[in-house]
């Protein structure tokens, strides 16, 4: 994904709510945008989606798009699970992946139970819920989360944090603003601040912090084939005896590796997780 000069202002005359911004996020990445409210950060979102135009420069996404807008209408006319299956319809999922995956979103974030209730009688909360679910089942080469964990409860956060981490770990892009300066810390590859000139400069790298505790996680490869590609943290690989190899990343993408190698291709067998020996 990638933004070249881009600017956007609304009639000849506006204010240019963003201003020459160059940006490029690649498979894998997840980025982070960062400003004071009303600097251009949900507008820098919706012009990679592709709802809007920039009125200079180019943006050019490798595939399709899936966006968690800041505020969800909750007064749609269809009932949580048909308005999943129709935004799945509409990103090529035939009709029954589109009710599959609706489902287990549904599922993962405890609202299985509500699947048919209309959206207009849903708290805030689930709107919310079933916003994020529209998103993430998509699978999309893009991600775009507009403070998508507004509203949320805390599990809800964790599960949203969980499948952020595994779009990445699949190859898709995901750019996201939030208010929370740790959200997704020790994942997050960059991170970004819109000024109020509208322009887009780069933050301090939102890094795991350098000689932090360790993680291994050893894992059986069946046949020895290689592992799925873009793991989280970059890990350190160790071949132990037969098929079994050590992957050691700083804490903080623990979670995320061990997601990636669970739900990657080819599958894998954990056989252990500790702390690197003589750490606390």
Known sequence: ??????????GRGGRWILRDVHLNVGPGELVRVAGANGSGKSTLLRLVAGIE????????????AAYVPERFPPALPFDAVSYLVRVGRVHGLSAVVARRRAGEWLDRFGIADRAGT???????????KVAVAQALMAEARVLLLDEAWTGLDP?????????????AAAGGAVLFVDHDPARLAGLTGAAYRVGADGALRPEE???????????EV????????????RLPGAPEVTALDGTAVRLAVPAGYSDALLRALLLGRPGVRVLAVRRRAGER
Do not use: I
């Open 205 to 215: 790298e939102a890094a795991p912090v350098a000689g932090g505790p360790v993680m």
């Open 155 to 167: 599990q809800a956060r964790a599960v949203l944090d969980e499948a952020a981490a595994e779009r």
């Open 1 to 10: 994904m990638e933004l070249t000069a881009v600017g956007k202002r609304y």
């Open 53 to 64: 135009r920039p009125s200079t420069g180019r943006v050019v996404r490798p595939g399709a």
């Open 118 to 128: 209309p959206l207009s009688r849903l708290s805030k909360g689930t709107c919310q």
């Open 218 to 229: 050893e894992v059986d490869v069946p046949d020895g084939a290689p592992l799925p590609e």
